[in-house]
Structure formats: C-alpha cells, structure tokens
C-alpha cells in the first residue's frame, strides 16, 4: 500500500531563504509525482509534475527532484518570498492508475 | 477561463438534508475525480470516472453518489447528510487514467457544513 510522508510538516523562514522540502513515498512503482501548492481556503495549484524517467523538473524559482530507487523526491524553492506562504502537497499515482496518493503537505511561512 | 470549476464554493445545511455539487472541465480531459479533504487537511480519493464510467469506488458510503452526464462533469450527490460529512470536497480531472503525464488539474473546492 502507497503511504506519501512530507517532512517537515511546518517550515517558518526569513524572505531570501533558499528551501528543501522533502517527500518520501513506500512503493517505488510510480510513472510520475506531482507537487501542487494550496493557498488557505483556496483549491490546489499544480506547480510541477515530475515523470518517473526524470531526475529533475524546474519552474521558475522552484526545482524539484525525484529518486525513484529511494522513494524521495524534494522541491526546492529559491529566493523565497512571501507569497510563497502556502501548503505544499506532495502526491503519487499508485501504479500509475485512477487516483492520488498525498502526503500531509508542509506549511510554509515566509516572514518578511 | 476556469479549467477546473465547481459550485457552489460554500455550502452550509442541517443534518439530514440532500445535497448536490456540481463540477464541470474545460480541458478535454478524460479522467474525473472527487477528493475529500477532512479538517486535518489530508486528501483522500473518493470517486474516479474515465469516460463517464466508474472506475474507482474508494469504499465511500452509498449515501454519495456520483453522476457523469457527459466527460466534461462529475458531480457529486450527497443523501442523508451526516456532522461528519463537513469536508472541503474538491473536483479534479486528468487527460487519462494512467501513465505517463497524467498532470492533475483541481478545482477550488467546496466548503460543506452539516449543521
């Protein structure tokens, strides 16, 4: 059974800081993983989707990484900002069919 | 233009009633989904549609009962409405069931309240 575990869950850092957010999945057989960002009271964003034959995927201020072998993925944020206070979600297809698995999100602060 | 869009966004009434939410994607998307979110936040899967048919019942109770009137929406009807039933549920579509590139697209949810 696919468990997806986000460490930290919370994270409250000074604006300029360079961030690793970290998500540990228990079954490796996975085609992609997604990270999505959900602002309080508001629906989830999709910031990057990570395919399983990929090391890594970036956008912008953010980059994230995806060991398959290690059931590890991380997304890095550069230069954070403010408005990148959110909850970040991390989630897998299991098997690659029908449906998400997500782990718990990490809460992050940026205080300016 | 809202990909994924769902209504209504808050929906507050007593215990026992029916309710409905509706959920609509522009995408062309194939694949459908329901997610609830309890008040820990954490997301769970409770319906998946491909093509207008069921194909994943996540031992949700049959008091919830999906309807796809076409590919393009799923909603969501709800008999008999329980407290525990408050949730934020959320819609969301994919262009397949699997594979590769199965990006997932969210609506901005429904705040339910059983009072």
């Known amino acids: 059974k696919q468990e997806v575990t986000q460490i930290p869950a919370a994270l409250s850092v000074p604006e300029g800081e360079n961030l690793v957010l970290n998500c540990s999945f228990t079954?490796?057989?996975?085609?992609?993983l997604q990270w999505f960002r959900q602002d309080p009271g508001k629906g989830l964003t999709s910031l990057l989707l990570?395919?399983?034959?990929?090391r890594e995927q970036t956008s912008g201020r953010l980059n994230a990484s995806l060991d398959k072998s290690s059931g590890r993925s991380t997304l890095y944020i550069a230069a954070s900002q403010p408005g990148d206070s959110a909850t970040y979600l991390c989630?897998?297809?299991?098997?690659?069919?029908?449906?998400?698995?997500f782990g718990a999100g990490t809460r992050l602060a940026v205080h300016p | 233009d809202t990909a994924v869009s769902q209504t209504p966004k808050y929906l507050v009434t007593q215990m026992g009633n029916d309710k409905s939410i509706k959920c609509e994607q522009n995408?062309?998307?194939?694949?459908m989904y329901w997610y609830k979110q309890d008040s820990k936040k954490f997301l769970k899967i409770m319906f998946s549609?491909?093509?207008?048919?069921?194909?994943i019942n996540e031992t949700v109770p049959n008091r919830f009962s999906p309807k796809s009137p076409d590919k393009a929406h799923l909603n969501l009807h709800i008999n008999s409405l329980e407290l525990g039933d408050s949730a934020v549920y959320f819609c969301?579509?994919?262009?397949?069931?699997?594979?590769?590139?199965?990006?997932?697209?969210f609506g901005q949810g429904t705040r339910l309240t059983v009072v």
């Open positions: 969301a579509s994919s262009p397949r069931t699997g594979g590769l590139n199965t990006e997932a697209f």
């Open positions: 079954d490796s057989a996975i085609y992609n």
């Open positions: 990570i395919q399983s034959s990929q």
């Open positions: 989630a897998v297809p299991p098997g690659g069919y029908n449906k998400l698995i």
């Open positions: 995408l062309g998307h194939d694949t």
């Open positions: 549609y491909n093509n207008k048919e069921l194909i």
